[in-house]
C-alpha cells in the first residue's frame, strides 16, 4: 500500500527558498519512481521534477531547471523537492506523485499514487 504525504509549503518571499517533503507510509517506498507536479485553480497539472528508484538520475521541468533539486531518502521513505530563488510564478500547489515503473515521466497520467498537494506562495 502507497500513502504519500507531504509537507513543507508555506509562504516565502521572492528569492526564498523551501523544502517540499513527501513521505510513504508504505514498505515499497524504494520501488516507486517518484514526481513532483504543481497546480494552480484552472490551470492542468505542470511538471516540475522526477527521480528514479536510486537517485541516479533527475529531470526537470523547463521553468524549475537550475533552480529546484529533487532528492530522495529510501532510508526515510521520503523524496524532497528543495526550491531556490522563488518567483511569484511558482505559487502552486505542489503534488508528489509515485508510480511502480521503471522510468519516470513528465506525465500527469502517468502516476498511480498521488499525495493531497501542499501550497506554496510566493510573494512580491
Known amino acids: 500500500q502507497v500513502h504519500l504525504q507531504e509537507s513543507g509549503g508555506g509562504l516565502v518571499q521572492t528569492g526564498g527558498s523551501l523544502r517540499l517533503s513527501c513521505t510513504d507510509s508504505?514498505?515499497?517506498?524504494?520501488?516507486?519512481?517518484m514526481g513532483w507536479f504543481r497546480q494552480v485553480p484552472g490551470m492542468e497539472r505542470e511538471f516540475v521534477a522526477s527521480?528514479?528508484?536510486?537517485?541516479?538520475?533527475?529531470d526537470y521541468g523547463d521553468s524549475v531547471k537550475g533552480r529546484f533539486i529533487i532528492s530522495r531518502d529510501n532510508s526515510m521513505n521520503t523524496v524532497y523537492l528543495q526550491m531556490n530563488n522563488l518567483i511569484p510564478e511558482d505559487t502552486a500547489v505542489y503534488y508528489c506523485a509515485g508510480d511502480r515503473t521503471l522510468i519516470p515521466s513528465r506525465n500527469a497520467g502517468y502516476y498511480d499514487y498521488w499525495g493531497q498537494g501542499t501550497q506554496v506562495t510566493v510573494s512580491d
Open positions: 508504505g514498505r515499497t517506498f524504494d520501488s516507486l519512481v
Open positions: 527521480i528514479t528508484f536510486t537517485g541516479a538520475y533527475t
